[in-house]
């Protein structure tokens, strides 16, 4: 095949940190009009490579070539006037300002000293009308939006420009399947027009469904591409791990118990109205529904972290009302939130500090002071549990990559010995490796007798992992299905309330 049949060749692209080989010898060639998956565990080098593209990064060796012609992207403004967009997994978004101010951010008093508001805000509205997000008002500050719709304008952000190039890095991590469903049909009418699209995620139904082809990194290495239709789930998920996985989820032995926790017509705001439901231990209850439906603002309110208006809590079979989260904690309740990187860790400590900071004064600590030796042995032992990749425990949290500040997140709650913990999303953001995992780590959780919420957009997660499962809408239990009933056709319905006379119609 010709040069110039590829709008988009990365010859041999190398980058070190240090004494770390990133990527060595890459390469990536990806055609007008393909959606082409770029897929790897954490760390394999997908992120630093569409860095170098966008101009973030610069690379050690190696050619990039756009429409035949060799380029040099040394900064963002170049990657940008050569027609590439990149969306990362973190929002490149000003909270404080609006929708529609973060979406022309780049063009506001560039042309002229007068900004004409009413235009840009008509405009905003058409792009949001087009990616099937019109409720969303170009006028309301960014940080008043949930995360999926903050999501969505990161996106509309990139759409505006025309851009031939459009990288993706893990777009639908906060999306549900509704949402999902409106993104493909955006990026299949983009692929229609010519564009190219490099997506990034670690949803293998996502790219079985939407790409063309399908590029593989281990370890910082190419490992090969392949047509998408010419392979299974199964082979793709052996190249990336560099071994067969024989099973996503693990089988669960664990014995369900008594009640652990109790909620009964608990209210906090219009995201949670009269919720009651129960979890015993041993058992994983799933909570489902589309984002926006409740469920982390009920959990947030049953933890402390927000105020409850009324309700009865109980919890190891005595009344209970959480004032804060510490409350919750020294009454061996936790809760693993969504957002990792503002609620789940804290990214400027070290690692070591990270994974302690439940268990201080049970675990390291005598008469008030911190035993170094036993704590640093301890915090070893624990991450060494979680399968955790790190330098040094005195490094900081934000050394690690993605996957692995999920790990560290989790691993706190594991070692406060929880009667009860709550999982926000524990996948989010994970490759196919480290989900195994992750699922096999919670399962022994609940096998413990430990009782476990989890909250999960994904849908395979929810139907191969839980007991039982409570579906929100709209603040509102709409849905309780146990185990033989747990089926993405009944979760739908009862995520989008539709009743069965509406089936019928």
Not at 77 to 92: C, P, R, S
Not at 175 to 184: D, M, N, Q, R, V
Not at 222 to 247: F, H, N, P, S
Not at 266 to 282: D, E, I, P, T, Y
Request: aromatic share 6%.
């Amino acid at each position: 095949m010709g040069k110039e049949e590829y709008r988009l060749e990365m010859k041999n692209i190398t980058k070190h940190f240090g004494g770390v080989n990133a990527l060595a010898d890459v390469s990536i060639k990806v055609r007008p009009g393909e959606i082409h998956a770029l897929i790897g565990e954490n760390g394999a080098g997908k992120s630093t490579l569409m860095k170098i593209l966008a101009g973030a990064c610069k690379k050690d060796g190696g050619e990039i070539l756009l429409d035949g012609g060799p380029v040099e992207i040394n900064s963002p403004k170049d990657a940008k006037n050569l027609g590439v967009a990149v969306i990362y997994q973190e929002f490149m978004l000003v909270p404080d300002l609006s929708v529609a101010e973060n979406i022309y951010l780049d063009e506001l008093g560039m042309r002229c000293s007068v900004i004409n508001w009413k235009k840009m805000r008509r405009n905003t509205k058409e792009q949001l009308e087009k990616l099937g997000f019109a409720d969303i008002a170009p006028n309301t500050k960014v940080r008043e939006l949930s995360v999926a719709y903050q999501q969505m304008v990161e996106i509309c952000k990139n759409l505006v420009h025309d851009s031939k190039i459009l990288v993706l890095d893990e777009p639908t991590a906060v999306l549900t399947f509704t949402e999902i469903e409106k993104l493909f049909q955006v990026l299949k009418k983009l692929r229609a027009e010519g564009v190219s699209i490099i997506y990034i995620s670690h949803r293998l139904d996502e790219i079985f469904e939407l790409s063309d082809r399908i590029t593989v990194l281990k370890d910082g290495r190419y490992v090969d591409t392949v047509e998408t239709q010419k392979i299974k789930k199964e082979q793709l998920a052996a190249m990336m791990v560099g071994r067969k996985i024989c099973q996503m989820f693990p089988e669960k032995k664990a014995v369900i118990g008594e009640d652990v926790l109790v909620v009964e017509g608990l209210n906090a705001g219009k995201m949670v109205q009269n919720v009651s439901f129960h979890v015993r231990s041993g058992e994983i209850l799933g909570f489902s529904g589309l984002v926006g439906s409740g469920r982390t603002e009920t959990m947030r309110a049953v933890f402390g972290a927000d105020k409850k208006e009324s309700g009865k809590i109980t919890y190891l079979g005595k009344p209970v009302h959480f004032n804060d989260c510490r409350e919750a904690i020294e009454n061996e309740f936790g809760m693993l939130p969504e957002n990792r990187k503002e609620q789940g860790i804290l990214l400027e400590q070290s690692i070591r500090m990270n994974a302690t900071l439940t268990v201080l004064n049970k675990k390291v600590c005598k008469f008030g002071i911190i035993r170094h030796k036993k704590e640093k042995k301890y915090v070893k032992e624990l991450l060494d549990s979680v399968s955790t990749k790190y330098g040094n425990t005195e490094d900081h949290a934000d050394s690690l990559s993605g996957g692995n500040q999920q790990k560290l997140a989790l691993s706190k709650w594991i070692a406060a010995d929880c009667k009860c913990i709550v999982f926000d999303e524990p996948t989010r953001g994970v490759d196919v490796g480290a989900k195994v995992e992750i699922y096999e780590l919670i399962t022994r959780i609940a096998q413990k007798g430990v009782a476990v919420i989890m909250i999960s957009s994904e849908m395979p997660e929810i139907i191969g992992l839980c007991d039982r499962v409570m579906v929100m809408h709209q603040g509102k239990i709409t849905g309780e299905f146990e185990k033989e009933e747990i089926t993405e056709n009944n979760l739908i319905k009862a995520a989008m309330e539709v009743q069965e006379n509406e089936e019928k119609e």
